[in-house]
């Protein structure tokens, strides 16, 4: 049950099963002030501390997913306010604490930190007017939250650089030719087909979607040889589930397995 008050997102669900969240600072673009990111990282919380839930959408406006960290905010920050102040070192950390799978679902902009928001979800649905880039060069700084390490790892060190050095924008297109997202779908389908994938996603065995999100996560961390023998232990104990053992009954009897996440 969400009982927090919330001002600069809106917070809904889906079915019962899938958290939708609206990042609603509409006048700013969706900028991520220190506010929108404690509002945004308590409700990634609560959704993952609902059993209900089984997959979480952050979304933005048509026009803006986000167009960055809060320009105003930091204009006039000095060393000290950035490197000891909340905004930069702890409220942009929660969303890589969350266990359940959380989908960006990016229309318009998603520049700076609005796209090393989307970035750091576990996957990007862009409609057709997305603009991805990480102009932070053209304000005198460089990405603060991942972008100049998930981006290469995203699109590749050619088109990272590109972007991180010249500020340009890159299209749903482009975006999606370099891996950046998943899936290019029309404006007006955007949430039809993250809701889609979500509600999909809910329906699996929330122990063996937990498990696929960790183990790909792995795979940026540390050696191949890790990683395969991280699956592999994750393999061995989903045996363990009782949700293996109706996913494997049902498709043995040609029937559609229900899920108790157990
Ligand atoms: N911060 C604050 N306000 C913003 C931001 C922003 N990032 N982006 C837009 N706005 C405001 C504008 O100031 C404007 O306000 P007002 O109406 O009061 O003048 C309003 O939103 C509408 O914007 P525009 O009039 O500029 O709209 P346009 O359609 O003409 O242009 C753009 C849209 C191209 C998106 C343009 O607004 C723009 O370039 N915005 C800035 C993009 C940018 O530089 N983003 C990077 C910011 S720096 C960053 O993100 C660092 C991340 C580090 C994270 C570290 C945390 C750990």
Redesign the pocket.
Known sequence: EITLAYEVIEVRTEADKVGVITLNRP???N??NSQLMDELGDALKAFDADEKIGCIIITGSE??F?????????AKFSFADAYKGD???RN?ETIRTIRKPVIAAVSG?A????C?LAMMCDFIIAADNAKF????I??G?I???G?TQRLPRAVGKAKAMDLALT?R?MDAQEAERSGLVSRVVPLDKLMEETLGAALQISDFSQIAVMAAKESVNRAFEGTLADGVMFERRLFHSLFATSDQKEGMDAFVNKRKAVFTHQ
């Open positions: 006048k700013q673009l900028a991520l026009k803006a986000a167009a960055g960290a809060d320009i105003t905010a930091m905004f930069i070192t942009w902009f520049l700076g930190g609005g090393e880039g990480q102009p932070e053209k304000l700084v990405p603060g939250a972008g500020g924008m």
